[in-house]
């Protein structure tokens, strides 16, 4: 059983950055996927940034150049570094990962955070 606990995010300005951290309490190695999502009021949850076991990253187009996903196996931690923050990333945000997962970007993902809040004021 893998529990993943998430830090970071908060309330910042358009324009600031924020890092969003995910630690995994269990066995955390041989995740085949691993990725952050996000939901905002009102709006289905969708995928944003993704990275699968060979190190492959995958972006939503409206994050691409701005956010970046990591991970650091020897801390069982994924990272989430966001900056140009706009008002429409307002949403709550979740890592998530998953062993057997084969397209990283599908949300079938066994494992999730709890959820950490983001808000970006204009």
């Not at 945000?93 to 066994?110: K, V």
């Amino acid at each position: 059983q893998v529990h993943l606990v998430q830090s970071g995010g908060g309330s910042v300005q358009a324009g600031g950055s924020l890092r969003l951290s995910c630690q995994a309490f269990g066995y955390f190695n041989s995740m085949s996927c691993m990725g952050w999502f996000r939901q905002a009021p009102g709006k289905e949850r969708e995928g944003i940034a993704t990275i699968a076991n060979d190190g492959t990253t995958r972006y939503l187009d409206s994050v691409k150049g701005r956010f970046t996903i990591s991970h650091n196996n020897a801390k069982s931690t994924l990272y989430l570094q966001m900056a140009s923050l706009k008002p429409e990333d307002t949403a709550m945000y979740y890592c998530a990962a998953d062993r057997t997962l084969q397209i990283c970007s599908e949300p079938y993902y066994n494992y999730w955070g709890q959820g950490t809040q983001v808000t970006v004021s204009s």
